[in-house]
């Protein structure tokens, strides 16, 4: 697992704010399919994003190791196959 430091840390905490809603793009974990979307809780100091699943579960996630996207519109950790994707279908 991939270890931030205070600065980085902070950068998270502004870019996914309390509240924010996510949708997950890939997670190695059973139960916890592409699409499910949650709300972020807070951020620790190791640079994980708690999240209330919609599911009921409250898991984080781990940037750099799981896929995510903003539900608002697709953030920097959202895979490249997904922003080419969208697009592709915007130039339509």
Known sequence: MRM????QVEQLRKRYPE?????????DEAGMPPGL??????IDDAGQ???HWENGRSLAIVPGVDSFHRVDGPAKEAPKREKAKKERSQQR
């Open 4 to 7: 931030y430091n205070q600065k």
């Open 19 to 27: 509240g924010t809603r996510l949708c997950l793009d890939f997670m």
């Open 37 to 42: 979307q949650g709300t972020v809780a807070f």
């Open 49 to 51: 994003i708690h999240m």
